[in-house]
């Protein structure tokens, strides 16, 4: 018999994995049981490694759900009992397991595993039909890459009746996790989506987005074809966190600084969304925001904040997973740069190759995994906010275009410079290319921010500071104030470095600070509805 379980184990280095997976059981006791994972997956090479875990039975679809793609982030757990491990607390029972014999000759190897110690944690809730197809639908979802997308997608079709007919809250935000990440998958692939495919609705979500380091544009100017593009770099801090659920109201709460933009967002994705003041109504959600990234600093916060809303209001109302592309026509982001749209999607470093054409997104060329190692340090100055708005695009109507020599020279610095320097893991080499790239920018960029490379005096004087402490790239981003460095070397030496900074140009912790880039881009994921008032509340 094969039971749907989860399986924690942990890496030689401590971390964590947490994997959806079917054991074979010989009784309800779980005493002896056997698990097939294939040579390619982590919980295998834990198992090989360590030779222990912790199995855990549990009616929490939701979960399961998030394992079968990779979307567990936060799961509650403490330590095992017996065999170094986690159990997840918020399972109904786990049995705690060593290896007793473990067979690698085919691709997916064959584990037999003992119990050592087991616990219950709460009662299992019973059978119901919408848990089972979540389940079905979290196990389709894993092989996607052996199965016919489309016979996948026709029994998700059929998977959705259930969910709609006998499926609570959590059930209906397992399912569109699901099903959404199938649809992207199809999107991705050039599968068509069947028409008659039913969007199964999260009655609430929250949503999470890193934030953008822009390096520079590579072209500007009538002669250049394309204009703009651009290379940058999404980090995880500081970030976009929204709340949102339906609601018989349209309501924003949350930081009262941003609420202003957060209904000006509102309403442009509802403009396109819905002509009409009733198809409006039906649509109204509550939007808290839980964290913002700070406003017109160069880190991309008005991107990440309208892609997070728009995504936020056509997931509750059963537009399923959109296209980053459209997330961005609905909310309208993306007039000049590309780099936060993109990275909003995949994270990493992006390359856009500029617009083509007015009101188009620009296509992404290139796309780099950033090394984990290496440390990136945020710096706000206290500094007069950067070009933002109409005096942006005045900025830009009265630069002079850019020469084809200095655009040649920018693509080279990406493409024979910033790119491999990534690929090959050379800090240095990065570092010599993006400051060579960030002079010229910032050279260009001299007559819109009153003749200097930086922003202002304060900006460059920081900037020269990073410079003589030895970090790698130092760099401002968009029109600033905001900076950015470097460093892969030890953590002591980042803790000196950044007590000292915060010192001697009297910056607040969330004004100077490390963080590292994101590799995913953004998430979402459901959530309980809760009391409009507690929601208000932050709670």
Known sequence: MILEGIVTTLGPDGSLNIAPMGPIVESPALDRFTLRPYTTSTTYRNLKALGEGVLHVTDDVLMIAQGAIGRIDDAPTRPADVVNGRILTDSCRYV???????????????????????????????LNRAKHAVVEAAILATRTDFLPLPEILEQYDRLSTLIAKTAGPQESGAFCLLQSHLHVIARRRGVPIPGYSKVVSPPAVRIRTPGRLHFGPLAWGPEAGRRFGGVGLMIEQPGVELRAQRSGDWAITGMMGQRPRVSDFSSRVLFQLARKMDRARAMATHLHLDRAIPEHVGLGSGTQLGLAIAQAITLLNGSGELPVQRLAQLSGRGARSGIGIHGFERGGLIVDGGHRAPGSVPPLVAHADFPDDWAVLVAIPTAPPGLHGEAERLAFRDLPPMPDSLSDRLCRLVLLGLLPAVAERDLPAFGAALVELQSHVGDWFAPAQGGGRFACPEVAELARFLTDRGLHGVGQSSWGPALYAFDDGPPDRRDALLAELRDRFSLRPSRCFWTRASASGSSWEPIDLVPPETLASGH
């Open 96 to 126: 705690e397991f060593r290896v007793t014999q473990l067979d690698d000759q085919e691709e997916r190897t064959t584990i037999h595993c003992e119990a050592v110690a087991r616990g219950t944690l709460r009662d299992f809730f019973g």
